[in-house]
Every structure is written in C-alpha cells, then in structure tokens.
C-alpha cells in the first residue's frame, strides 16, 4: 500500500516537470526577458548589468548554463525550469526533516502544481534560481548547525553570497536564520561569523548599486504605482501570497474557487500554531519572519502589484512546507480536504494565467511578433525604428536598426540624415515629464510629421476598472502604438 501511495505521489510531480516544459519557447518574451537574452547571448556582460538595478550571479550561472547547448530563449527558460524542479526536490526533502514523512508527501503534492512555480520558473529571470540558492543556503544553515566548524561557516557564507548577489531582497535571509538559530537556543557566533562573511562581499556591488539609485529614471516607471489606497495596500501584501493572483481581470466565478482557498490556508496556519510548533521545527518560525518582512517591503516598494509575486517566489517552498506542516497535523479523515482545494487553487491559476489577456498578462504574452512586423514593414529600407522596450528586437532582423527608447540620448540624432522614423511606445508616457516628450519635440522641430498609426490593445475594459479601483487613480488601457514619422 505504501509503494501504491508513493506512485500516486509521483503523478503531481511528473505533470509540473510536463507543464513547466510544455511550450516552453512559444509564449512571447517580454522586457526582463530580453534583457536576460541580451546578456547571455548578445555580449551584454558585463556593460548591460552594470546598468541593471540587480547583481550579476544570475546572469553569470546562465551563461555558463547555455554553453551546453543552442543560443536560444528556450536554452534560457530552461536554465530557470531546472531550477524549479531542483527546487521541488530540494523542498521536499527539507520539508520531510522538519515536519515527518507526511508532511513531505503532502508537499510533493502542492508544490508541483503551484500556479507561481510553473508561471515563474518558465521565465529566463531570476526567480527560479533565486529560490533553489536560497533553498541551498538553508541546507548550508542546516549544517553549520549541526557541525559547528569554520570549513561549514564557509559554505554557508558562500551560499548566502550567491543569493545575495542574484537579488538583494534575499537579505531577510539574514534576520530569518537569526531568529530561527535562536528560538533552537543555539549560539550565534557561527552564524553571524558567515553572514558577516557574504555580507563583506556586498562591499563590491555597492557603488553600482548607490549609482543606480541616484538616477532618477531606476523608479521612475512604479513611482505612479504606489498604492495610496487601502484597497491598493492590501492588494499588494495578498498578491505574492499562495495560488491567489489570478490576475487583474478576476471573473466572479473564480472567488468560488478563491475564497475557499484563503479559508483553508487561514485555518491551516492556526492549525499549525496549535498543533506544530515544537521546538524542532523551526522553519516554522523561519518562515514566520521571512513572510512579513517580505509582504510589508513588497507593499512598500514603488513597483507595480504585478511585480510582487515573482519577487516573492523564493518564499514558496518554505510557505508550502509551512502549509503541509499544518495539514499533515489535522486528523485523517480531514487532511485531504485542504489537499484538494489547494490543488485546485492552483489548477484553476493555470487556467486564468494561460488564457488571461489583462495588463498583468499582457507584460508576458504581448504580440510582439506581429508588432515587430508592422514596425518593420514602416521603417522599411534604411528606416529607424525607436522602442520603448526592447523585447521587440527579438523578433527583428539582425541589420534593422534599433534605438531603445530610455537609452536613446539626443533625440537629435535620429533626424539627421533625414530617414523613416518608427515609434513603438506606449501613449500614456507622452507627458511633460515623460521619455517621449523630447523624442516628439525633436522631431516636429525637425520638420517630422506623423504619417500613419496602429494599435496594439493589450488590456479590456474591466481589467482597468479594477487596477483603478486597487490603485486609487485613473488608469487607462494599456496599448501599443505604431507610428511613422516622415518628414515633410
């Protein structure tokens, strides 16, 4: 009966390896994304990350990854699929350490399917191998813990300084192992002795990091983002938190599905505060300080609500062993309720997320391919083309030239010689502040005038009343605009 059981286990396990694989080139790249390309494949390392607001292992351990096969977006999503199902294993297996073999088991069933593993960790960014080298410091954690030597300082200082150079949000590592190695009565001298260690390395990174900050433009693009509203706030501390961001354009039909989750979550927390917090289990208590401390910076921070959850995502497995800890201490007869709805949950988050053609959505299926041919028929022979994002030159012809748009400099630049002018920007940006403003002026005083324009809408009509209602301000449709500019 035992091995029929570990069987059945298997099956969520071999679906999410199926699901995470599935397609993986087809959906269209976005923004990030073409920046990770660039880097990898483009000889953007190391100009273009010393430009990026985030340090370069990610793109370091991609390099080296792709090496072993094609140039390709496929190569590059894979990197981070790999990492995500390493990150199942990894999980699973500190899940049973901490809470029991029952626990684990329910684990292997929830994470697999989780709506946020396969969404993210199908995405050439780092979020995937972010949460397996944060995964790795924690076994690193483990054994400093049980053999308290200077060689396992080393390894856990080490760890810690990969994660901290692939984001520095993985910084509430810091205050997340103190506390953990504290409430186990242990001594902290080892401890503080490797995070003082990676922490040292940081020394390095910290005038590109001072630099970028100082530039105006690093927030610029959230700064309207930042939730005023009470509605927005609370949006934006529940949208990184377990199967629940279905995206902007939420059906009413899926607060059926919604709120039974959040009930069973709710209850299973509580569940798990009575009944699971030994002093063994300290992950447990891990995980109780990384969550706030994440959710309360993540709802502070001037980036868009859609942003959060694959910045978050390195929390997932410690949520979930958090989430099977609580099931596997409820009675037998009960366990499989919470099992099933959760499933669900992320089932139905699938779905949404394949189908969905909201704002959020839009940031990863835009039809670039098909704005990328219109931009390309416009500017024709010896033509320019000006983007505002510049994932569109994925999908252009190696010898189309291509100015992105927010590193453009002298807008004066592109009339002389006078040729074809291609804009693919989003009209929302042309304000008396905004990047095209000077772009527009420069060419109207060179004698430009706007020929022809298509429209890309990427977002209907719903989805925008409700980012205006969470947001607090009015927010219009998104959309693409094609424009050629010729001159008189």
């Not at 760890?159 to 901290?164: D, E, G």
């Not at 390309?376 to 994925?394: C, F, K, M, P």
């Not at 590193?407 to 920007?425: A, Q, S, W, Y």
Request: charged share 15%; aromatic share 12%; with cysteine.
């Amino acid at each position: 009966m035992r091995i029929t059981l570990r069987y059945l286990l298997a099956i969520p396990f071999i679906l999410g390896i199926f699901l995470l694989l599935y397609d993986l080139g087809g959906r269209s790249i976005w923004s990030d994304e073409y920046f990770s390309y660039a880097v990898v494949f483009k000889g953007g390392f190391p100009s273009r990350v010393l430009t990026d607001i985030h340090p370069p292992m990610y793109y370091l351990l991609a390099i080296a990854f792709t090496k072993i096969g094609p140039d390709s977006l496929w190569m590059l999503r894979l990197f981070s699929v790999l990492c995500g199902i390493a990150s199942i294993i990894i999980g699973f297996i500190l899940c049973r350490r901490y809470f029991g073999t029952k626990a684990g088991d329910i684990f292997i069933l929830l994470m697999p399917l989780n709506c946020h593993l396969i969404l993210f960790s199908r995405m050439g960014r780092y979020y995937a191998p972010l949460m397996l080298l944060i995964l790795l410091s924690q076994l690193a954690f483990d054994r400093l813990n049980e053999k308290r030597n200077w060689f396992n300082v080393i390894l856990y200082a080490v760890s810690l300084a990969a994660c901290f150079y692939t984001s520095l949000t993985s910084i509430l590592i810091i205050p997340a192992h103190l506390t953990a190695a504290a409430l186990r009565r242990k001594r902290l001298g080892y401890i503080l002795a490797g995070q003082a260690y990676a922490s040292a390395t940081l020394l390095a990174w910290l005038p590109v990091v001072l630099k970028q900050l100082s530039a105006k433009e690093t927030l610029s693009p959230f700064a309207n983002d930042i939730p005023f509203s009470l509605p927005g706030f609370i949006a934006r501390i529940v949208w990184p938190l377990y199967g629940f961001s279905f995206g902007e354009n939420i059906p009413p039909w899926l607060w059926i599905v919604a709120i039974p989750g959040i009930i069973v979550v709710a209850v299973t927390f509580i569940w798990f505060l009575i009944k699971g917090t030994r002093r063994g289990e300290f992950t447990g208590y891990l995980v109780w300080i990384l969550i706030p401390l994440a959710i309360l910076s993540g709802a502070i921070l001037p980036v868009g609500i859609e942003f959060l959850p694959p910045r978050a995502m390195f929390l997932l497995p410690f949520w979930l062993m958090l989430l099977a800890a609580g099931i596997s201490r409820m009675p037998r007869h009960i366990m499989p309720i919470p099992v099933i709805v959760l499933t669900v949950v992320s089932i139905v988050g699938l779905y949404q997320y394949s189908r969905n053609a909201g704002a959020f959505h839009s940031t990863y299926i835009m039809p670039w391919a098909e704005i990328a041919h219109e931009a390309d028929r416009l500017a024709g022979e010896g033509g320019i083309i000006v983007a505002d994002d510049e994932s569109i030159a994925y999908y252009l012809p190696d010898d189309k030239r291509l100015r992105f748009l927010s590193i453009l400099g002298d807008p004066d630049k592109l009339t002389h010689p006078k040729r074809r002018v291609v804009l693919v920007v989003n009209p929302r940006d042309i304000t008396p502040g905004g990047l095209l403003t000077p772009l527009l002026e420069s060419l109207s005083a060179a004698g430009y005038h706007e020929a022809e324009t298509r429209e890309f809408l990427v977002e209907d009509e719903k989805t925008t009343h409700i980012k205006t209602r969470l947001l607090g301000r009015e927010v219009s449709r998104v959309k693409k605009e094609v424009r050629l500019y010729l001159p008189n």
